[in-house]
């Protein structure tokens, strides 16, 4: 039996396996990974939208799930899942969370949810269409345009 303590909430646990020893839900794991990705995220760019908390990015997150999953599905199964930038992290030239190329390249409107075989051929294109459809055009690296 395995005890510890949940790293989100604190809460004390006990498990047979140590198939996660750090996080009491999946909920609790997204959470923390949230608070620290997004801790330092105090000035904005222009066109940039705010992530002002956890529920938010759910909200955003929950939009964007293929057809036919659920919340609840999708928080049981993470490992089936990517989050999917539409606008690829790899495009982005950034050296700190204060720079504009990482607030538009971690902006929520550039997130969705992807199965993990649709992220791993989607790989690091830049595709216009999705771009286009999904209104991101601003957040395109400086002196990066489509036609």
């Known amino acids: 039996m395995i005890e510890f303590t949940c790293l989100n909430c604190g809460k004390k646990i006990k498990r047979i396996d140590k198939r996660n020893d750090k996080y009491c839900s999946n ?8 608070q620290i990705d997004y801790k330092n995220r105090t ?8 992530i002002k ?13 293929p057809k036919g999953i659920t919340w609840e599905y999708y928080s049981n199964n993470t490992n089936k899942f990517d989050i999917d930038h539409i606008i690829p992290q790899s495009i ?4 700190s969370v204060e720079s504009k190329e990482f ?3 971690w902006d929520l ?11 791993i051929s989607k ?5 216009t ?17 489509i036609c």
């Open 27 to 34: 909920k609790c794991q997204l959470e923390h990974q949230f």
């Open 43 to 50: 000035k904005l760019c222009p066109d940039c939208k705010e």
């Open 53 to 65: 908390s956890f529920e938010e990015l759910i909200k955003r997150l929950t939009e964007t799930l």
């Open 92 to 95: 982005y030239n950034f050296d």
């Open 103 to 105: 607030l538009k390249c």
């Open 109 to 119: 409107r550039n997130l969705r949810i992807l199965s993990k075989s649709e992220n």
């Open 123 to 127: 790989s690091n294109k830049l595709i």
């Open 129 to 145: 269409e999705l771009i286009k459809e999904n209104k991101l055009e601003n957040l395109l690296p400086e002196g990066l345009n």
